[in-house]
C-alpha cells in the first residue's frame, strides 16, 4: 500500500481516537447537544475523515471502505452545509457507524 495513502489511513484514524476522547466513555446525547464547542470539534474531526478519505479515494478507488462514498458526502455537507447540521444525525454516525469504520481502518493499517 502507498506509504501516502497509510497517511490518509492515520489521519482517520486518528480523528476517530478524538471524538471518542472528546466524548469521553459515558456517551449522553444530551452532553452532546448542550456542549456547541464539543459539536464543533467534533464536526472538524468528520471534515478530516471526509477529507483524508476523498484523498485516499483519488489515489487508489479500488481500496475497500465500507461507507466511503457517504463519509466524503458527510465531510460536504459539514463544510458547505453548516447550517443545516442535523445533530441527531451527527450522533447517529457516531454511535452507528463510527466503530465498524475504526476497525475497517485499523486493518488496513496492519
Do not use: C
Not at 486518528?14 to 452532553?31: A, H, P
Not at 447537544?33 to 483519488?58: C, S
Amino acid at each position: 500500500m502507498d506509504i501516502e495513502i497509510k497517511k490518509y489511513l492515520f489521519d482517520i484514524q486518528e480523528s476517530i481516537d478524538s471524538i471518542e476522547n472528546y466524548l469521553g466513555k459515558k456517551r449522553d446525547f444530551n452532553v452532546y447537544m448542550a456542549d456547541k464547542m464539543l459539536r464543533r470539534a467534533i464536526e472538524r474531526e468528520f471534515e478530516i475523515i471526509g477529507e483524508a478519505m476523498n484523498h485516499i479515494e483519488k489515489l487508489d478507488s479500488t481500496i475497500n471502505i465500507s461507507s466511503k462514498r457517504q463519509i466524503i458526502n458527510m465531510r460536504n455537507r459539514v463544510i458547505h452545509g453548516y447550517d443545516k447540521i442535523d445533530n441527531e444525525i451527527i450522533w447517529g454516525i457516531i454511535v452507528r457507524h463510527l466503530p465498524a469504520l475504526k476497525i475497517e481502518i485499523s486493518k488496513l493499517l496492519k
